[in-house]
Nanobody, 114 residues
Framework: QVQLVESGGGLVQPGGSLRLSCVAS????????MAWYRQAPGKQRELVAT???????NYPDAVKGRFTISRDNAKNTVDLQMNSLKPEDTAVYYC????????WGRGTQVTVSS
């Protein structure tokens, strides 16, 4: 059984930065692709960033150039550095392993507001 625990959310002003972290329990963490998703009120959950076992990353246009995903296989962690935050980035952010049908954390709230 895999457990994911996110941390690092909070309230930040537009243009600010936050760093989210997710720690995973279980074995063989390094062989799985990891991802961050987000869900804003009244909207569907959307993909924010992915990183595979070869450390290749991918981002949608909405966050490209502002967000950076990274992983530390020795610590079983995956982080999301978010810069130049905008009000539309406000959402609950979820850590994911194994894709849509895989495992999810409980989420951490990110609010971008002045």
């Amino acid at each position: 059984q895999v457990q994911l625990v996110e941390s690092g959310g909070g309230l930040v002003q537009p243009g600010g930065s936050l760093r989210l972290s997710c720690v995973a329990s279980g074995s063989f963490f390094s062989i799985y692709a990891m991802a961050w998703y987000r869900q804003a009120p009244g909207k569907q959950r959307e993909l924010v960033a992915t990183i595979n076992s070869a450390f290749s990353t991918n981002y949608p246009d909405a966050v490209k150039g502002r967000f950076t995903i990274s992983r530390d296989n020795a610590k079983n962690t995956v982080d999301l550095q978010m810069n130049s935050l905008k009000p539309e980035d406000t959402a609950v952010y979820y850590c994911n392993i194994g894709g849509i049908q895989g495992y999810w954390g409980r989420g951490t709230q990110v609010t971008v507001s002045s």
